[in-house]
């Protein structure tokens, strides 16, 4: 590229460009200002200490809840990603390897959570699990199991690409053989030859189930009522303070910048552009 | 759960050795049994069930009460236009920093916010808008005070189906874009080349080869960005609550316990949107493959 | 008046110069190929020709008609790419015609003309076909046919046949070049197999790092290369590294040998002084093969002479290959295979011949 040439189609970019920019910066910025006007006619980081010193919804005592509710849902993040990784990856891996029959079946699961999307998949688990004779929700363990469960389904379209992308970046079958030919069973290949080389996909698929999950709101609300969750933490906030929430705004989206950025920085090179929606 | 094959068997009859093979796929048969298919089957089959169990259709007609009727056609409306609008400007955007001829180094930029953005939903995303263009919104307040705009005064309100919209467009657009940024790296820059060797204008190029290849992703993205609005609930519950009653917060009312005056009723309303989403993944399926036939 | 003239064209790329000095008059319906390694600007010179880049200097004419500022699709310069480049959601009859469809051709003359391409191409049955639906050769069968298709002044084609297997790069290699002395056709063929260059083409332009190294026939590319680069990139050469004896003679003594075997130059060295270092090249069909005991060509009088060890012999199908060590120095003769060849064995010590006119320098 030798010229940079304003002609009439690169002027109309640069006003797609910035149009755009707007419609996506100027909200967070107005969200940013927002919350460091807690302090009267001062700008201060207030919105911001107290919500990560105390509990702004009640005046509660002991630790803050955003430290507890954001330890929920990252432990509840990882058990999905754990998960996954014992599923879907040893899932992706037979399928590529042994019976590629099966991936028309793959590819229709992988498409299936977006016919059926959070507050129906909610629906569906409480009327199924709740009751007898399953009764999950009854124990808190038995609940948690159907959140992991629901947040593994929620992001295993992306999961399972990123996996399978990784999977065809290296050749499986001569991988497998070359490995069985030298002694390897079939969990020392996973852990050995696969894995190591799905850090990518892995890491990629981890950091986006763990931005979901602390923005996640529908299941997480209505399997845990008491709102432990960090994406009800919000809505908590959110009802009754008027700075705090904008704080919380900006922590979050601070949050999924980073998980971006690890991700892009990781899978620079390889062609993983992931996109997932919280709604 | 873990793949449990230590060794192929000793193959006695080929058949028998591919039969055990697909054991490996059990774990994930099983979990998607669990946590998608048998919630959606209880879904399906109760919504055929009357009080005492036996079989009706009373439930399904029970939709098409005025306001449930209501409710899937804000639903639909709101999804409809929120994926048109955002499939327009975020293949604009994508145009743009592709082919559009903007500096390498805003790509990436791009694409990172973009990444953000799609992500960025719900509770937080109501919250910014609020502060945007809430009533003390800090927007409102400017186009007021400093252009004379009284946005308010003249019947707009961020708690509206138009807020919901503006809402929605926040992630709608992005997603749109990191779809569609591929689809037009996909298109070689050989065939631009070779379309002007042949004679070709720019527009010629555009009208005989680059749209008519670009169709059907645009167009299968545009039926996901549908289906991503259609069941987006957090936000609609956060921004607009109960004065846009879309589909997803009368059934979220069912699962709080709202009683019905028919109980399967519940069932049939997600059973509803998962027939409607169904179609859209069908739609868009069938857009992807036409695409993939061609740029192999 | 030659029907392309390109002159003194110049292209760089900011501080990197990728063409320099560069010019050529192709004469009408002439076949010209570019031969040279990856990145000596062969590409870049075509790619000038067809618009898509822009000369930083100097001018290029097709039928003494100016087109260095006009855009690509204006030059009525057919290009055929070493991708294909087809368009993937158009039949191959569509992608034929998709130049003749923009120049707004009447539907009767454009189905004409494709039936004709077809034919031309042999791919009569194959109109309604997808590109994705064929091999490799057919795709760059349909791509050639698109590029006649618009009856171009002059035919650019840019590697075409570098992804293709070797055995169907051989069959389309003569299909392209008959097709093109068929309908006579000004051609540029841009490539780094020298072979292909030199079976196809009227003449040769060899380059190198952006400027042009030599231009000629084949033949005269091959037996009187210039430059050392087109000598060794051109055909296999042999390196004989020796002193020169006097000033301006021309007996040079091989390096490693002892001083009676002294080998005499076509030409004296006018500029030499003596003692200098001299690089003698040789084509390895021109040394012959003297063994005391099993082959004696026959004598030829002036012939330079040499005493050397056979160190590996290749069987290469028509002709075989022989390495010979030569003092501490290496050398490959060519030998024509024969069933009646008696090939002599490994570590035999043997005498070998060349005519002085065979020596180079360079």
Redesign the interface.
Known sequence: ??V??L?P??L???V??I???A??????L??F??SLRMRRDVLSFDAYTSVLSTNPDDNGQGIPRFYTSLLFSTLMAFFTIL?SI???V??AY??NY??PK?KP?MDF?T???????????????????SAQPFALTNTEVGTAV?LI??Y??GVMPYTYRAVDTGLRAIDVRTLTEAARSLGA???DI?LRVILPNLRVAVLSASL?TF??AI????LAN?LFPDERAF?SY??AV?RNRIFE??A??II??AL??VC??V??RVARGT?Q??????? | MQVTLDHPPAPALPIRRVSLAWVGVLPFLLFAFIFLLFPSLTILTNSFRDRQGAFTLDNLSGIFTPSILQSYGVSIQISLVTAILGAGLGALLAWAITIGGLPRAIRGWVITFCSVAANFGGIPLAFAFITLLGRTGALTKFLRDGIGIDLYNNGFSIYTVAGLTLAYLYFQFPLMVLIMVPAFDGLRREWREAAANLGGSTLDFWRHVGIPILLPSFLGSTVLLFGNAFGAFATAEALTGSKVDVITRVISRQIRGDVLYNPGLSYALALGMIVILAISITLYVWLQRRTARWLR | MAFLELSNLHKAFGPTTAVENFDLDVQRGEFVSFLGPSGCGKTTTMRMVAGFETPTQGSIKIDNAEITGVPPNKRNVGMVFQSYALFPHMSVSDNIAFGLKIARKPASEIHQRVSDMLALIKMQALGNRYPHQLSGGQQQRVALARAIAIRPQVLLLDEPLSALDAKIRLELRNEIRAIQQQLGITTIYVTHDQEEAMSLSDRVVVMCEGRMEQVGTPFEIYNFPRTAFVASFVGTLNVLHGTLQEAAGDRVLIEGLPPGAMIRLARTLPGGRAGEGVIVNLRPEAVQIGSPATHDPTPVEHDNVLPAVIEQITFLGSVVRVKLRVGTQHLLADLFNNPSLVLPKLGEKVTIRFSPDACRIL
Request: with cysteine; hydrophobic share 55%; aromatic share 16%.
């Open positions: 590229m030798a940079k040439k002609n189609t690169t109309f970019a640069w797609i460009l149009l755009c920019a419609y996506l910066i100027v909200p967070l107005t969200q200002d927002y998960v014992l599923i879907i040893p899932t037979w399928v042994r019976v099966f079946v699961f498409v299936l959570p977006f016919a059926i999307p959070g507050i129906v998949l909610t629906f569906g688990y409480l009327r199924t699990y159907i469960g629901g593994t389904i069973g079939w969990g996973i986006l931005a979901i923005g996640e709101y529908t209505f994406g919000m809505a959110g929430p904008a919380l705004t979050s989206y999924v910048w971006v950025l991700i892009q062609d552009t992931q996109a997932a929606s919280i709604r």
